[in-house]
């Protein structure tokens, strides 16, 4: 869904809606028309940005209207085909008639038919605010004021929003969706921390220091101790910080083996929660890190030229002294470089992709900080399908497809590297060739998915995420992955399926890629149905409503 949604956002931007409706449409031209209403109470709700985006954009067009005062849209003379329906308006975000979050809004336009009277639903958001002040009570400004969310089945959390308090110390965050979240007051950096000392202190002698911590409601330095807050629709929730200067260590040690000339920093990551914090290594590979408060934490040494980027990392435990002896030795880089064809289509425009690279093996840890490593980097084709990436650490990688000028049926047939098969990932100690074969051939899966009501009929289930599970080799792929969306009718498609294996699921209310997690489809095993795809095949497959526990949404 989130790829999707980039997709359609960058086209609205590119391509002018259709505002402006034929005012005599033709006699029999499909239209929607439809209420969007507030909850609780399903009141009418006016000024509501209607964008109806079609799924394959060869056949359908983009659309958009506003409701009226009585929250009431009508889009005439729209193509057949299906459609994403989007809602925007301040202070509100859509649900479907169950109260959860709508991520998934399909709609079938059939010609010579027209859909009247939908209802749509959305919900208020919560609001949090308050006010962050030091020890004395005075306001502190630019303090950067953040909330987590959790993840189902998950210790990790995800940011959900953030914002610097004023030059009264207030704040106000806005557009949160009801759910549970930990927040966080997160002091702008100490200036000590950053100051150059040409006199090294020895381990022991520093005298004690203290900080402004990142501290977690209801006043924790402890992410682990953090207290969640619950929001409800339409609240304003006041939370509000005193910030206490409080006991800090440094971190000392070296980095070796480096080349005279690049510049050379350390980070400090924490496992749990948000501290980050840095220094720069001096001309001897000495560093010194300031200001870390006890926990746990990844040290990462990055040395930059213009030519490569040399990189290390250690686990490192703070707890109540200084830590002191640490040595990093990076590793060199390289570079790795490949060619992409398109089979079949000799004189096909190979530089509409690009290819990404992106660790294979990343970081499971209960952090809310997301690595840069976590979307890989891209790699731009040229018109005869060269393409390179310069500073490449030594590792585990997957390679990825990007572009193909609106193909939906495109996919990555084959990586390889010499003789050997990089196609579910593979490993690089330095510089390789890299042959990637794409195909206009995916395959497409549709169905219809059922459920029994509560008269024991089965009957067809709209707005359910249906996905396409690749084998257990390809799930650290995420375009190896299919995923589709059930109309009013039921009905799905699944498009650009690479040939193989697969496990189909429909899920109903499931957290946005939840199924990317390794221990969510394990607990879904018995749920799916299994599916064999050949290239440029097309089959239908009908499915059942797969059960989600309460401990996943």
Known sequence: MTRFLAFVFLLLAAVLPVLAQDANPPEGTPSIAGTVLGEPGSHPLKKVMVEVVAEDQKQGGNYSAATDVDGHFRIESITPGRYRVFFEKSGFMEVNVRGQKADVNVVAVRAGQSLEDVAFHMLPTA????????????PMPSVRVEVWRKIPGKEKRESAGAVATDDKGEYRLAGLFPAQYWIAAIPSADFRDYEQHHEKAEAGDSPPETRYLTTYYPGTYDAAKASPIALKAGDELPVDFMLVPARTYHIRGAVSGMPAGPRVDVELIPKLGYDMRGAHVSPDGTFEVRGAAPGTYTLKATATSESTVLMARTDVTVAGADVDGIRLVPMPAFALSGHLRVEDQPTADVSQYAVNLRQADLPDDSGSFISEESFGENATVDHQGNFSWKNVNPGSYVVRIFGGNGQ???????????????????????????????SLKGSTVEGLVTDHDSQGNNVPISNVSVVAVPEEKYRKIPEHFGTGATDQYG??????????????????????????????????QSNGTPVKVEEGSRQKVDLKLSAIGDDWR
């Open 127 to 138: 609001v949090v605010t308050g006010r962050v002040t030091d020890e004395d009570g005075d």
């Open 408 to 438: 939906e049926n495109f996919f990555l047939k084959s990586a390889r590297i010499g003789e050997r098969s990089a196609d579910a990932g593979f490993s690089v100690s330095g510089p390789m060739f890299l042959d990637l074969v794409a």
């Open 491 to 524: 009905r799905f498609t699944i498009r650009g399926l690479a040939p193989g294996a697969y496990t189909l699921f429909a899920w109903q209310d499931a957290e946005e890629d939840l199924f990317h997690d390794p221990d969510f489809l394990r607990s879904q």
